[in-house]
Each structure stands twice: as structure tokens, then as C-alpha cells.
């Protein structure tokens, strides 16, 4: 069985932000495999089904992105899944232009709250992250008011492509491994402001 969780804030002055990318891919997916994402359980919206032949739950917490972890934490321990590889998480990532993805097996938060509030609970780093581009804030922008902002037009047509790809990606992580799927999907550039960052191990997105 498989975890796929993806980040966001609850609330409808929150859908399609930057912030709420996890969601996103969330929906596609369950649009994709036929899967109700409407039980409102373990403090989030979660839908069961099967991707790939495999069981699968969707997960959409409702705590808000700095309680991410009190959903993923329940849901992990009541279906007492191997979370270092049976868990995937999508969370927005300012480090990566939009329309880029980067997955790895683990890493630290990254200034992340999201995630830094699921290591919290699962009590390690250990689990597979899905990071979805958004594009570093533009000079003069507060980080906040950007991340819960929505994409432009012209990154809209760039963000389907992305949205696409990470389904698939999940879907390679399933019938194959992790590891094709980040041979496959993974893709290296960065915003400009972060390059010298990225000699640092897991950098990554945002603080809210």
C-alpha cells in the first residue's frame, strides 16, 4: 500500500496557489484513477483506490501547511505502512523554476514548514519527497504573499506539463521504484538566486 500525500492549505482562497501545488496533483491523480478524494479523516480529505495495480490512499491534509504533519503522522501509523518507501509527499519547492520537479529518497526540511513538521512526527527524514517548482519570489516580494499567490498565464501552460509529469512519476514509483522515476522525471535546473545554494545538500522552498 501506498501514501501519496500532497501539501496545502485548506480553504478556497487557497486553491491552485503556488502553495497548494501538492494538491493539484493530487486532484489530477484522482481524476486520472477514478479515486473520491471526500472522507474527511485523520485530519485530512483522503480517498482510496488503486494506481498501477497497487492499493493506494490520497491524502490532502487539512491542518494547514505548518501542521502537516499531525495527518500525515495519524494516517502513516494507523495503516502502519514502511514510510521510507511506501510514503510519497508533494510539497512546493521555490528553489525550482515552475514546471521542474525533483524527487529524493530523503532529506532535511529545507526551511520547508510542511515538511518540517512531518519529520517532526515521523521522528526521521526518511521518506520519499516529491518537490514541484514554483519559481523564486521576484525582488521585493514577501515570501508569503507570493507562495499563497496563484501562477501567471504563461506559467499556467508550463504548470499542466509539470502537474502530468509528477502523476507520472507516481505512477513509476509504484510499478517500478523511486529510482526509475527519478531517472525519468527528475529535472535538474534551478532559479538563478539558488544555484550556489544547491552545492548545499536539500535546499529547498519555502517558510509559511
Known amino acids: 500500500m501506498y501514501i501519496i500525500a500532497g501539501l496545502g492549505n485548506p480553504g478556497k482562497q487557497y486553491e491552485n496557489t503556488r502553495h497548494n501545488i501538492g494538491w493539484q496533483v493530487i486532484d489530477k491523480l484522482a481524476d ?10 485523520f ?12 492499493k493506494v490512499i490520497l491524502v490532502k491534509p487539512l491542518t494547514y501547511m505548518n501542521l502537516s504533519g499531525e495527518c500525515i503522522g495519524e494516517i502513516v501509523n494507523y495503516f502502519k505502512i514502511d514510510e521510507t518507501c511506501e510514503l ?35 521522528g526521521h ?23 499563497l499567490g496563484h501562477f501567471t498565464k504563461e506559467e499556467s501552460k508550463v504548470l499542466d506539463e509539470s502537474i502530468n509529469n509528477a502523476t507520472l512519476a507516481i505512477e513509476t514509483i509504484i510499478s517500478e521504484d523511486i529510482d526509475k522515476a527519478m531517472n525519468l522525471y527528475n529535472t535538474k535546473k534551478v532559479s538563478k538566486k539558488k544555484e550556489k545554494a544547491e552545492s548545499n545538500e536539500d535546499t529547498t522552498s519555502t517558510t509559511i
Open 125 to 147: 527524514e526518511e521518506f520519499i519527497r516529491m518537490k514541484m517548482g514554483v519559481g523564486d519570489k521576484p525582488a521585493g516580494y514577501d515570501l508569503a504573499d507570493y507562495v
Open 88 to 122: 510519497v509527499v508533494i510539497a512546493d519547492d521555490i528553489s525550482l523554476d515552475v514546471g521542474f520537479i525533483r524527487m529524493r529518497k530523503k532529506g532535511s526540511a529545507g526551511g520547508h514548514n510542511g515538511l518540517k513538521s512531518i519529520i517532526a512526527h515521523l
Open 32 to 41: 486520472k484513477h477514478g479515486i473520491r478524494v471526500l472522507e474527511n479523516k
Open 43 to 54: 485530519k485530512g480529505l483522503i480517498g482510496k483506490g488503486m494506481i498501477c495495480g497497487e
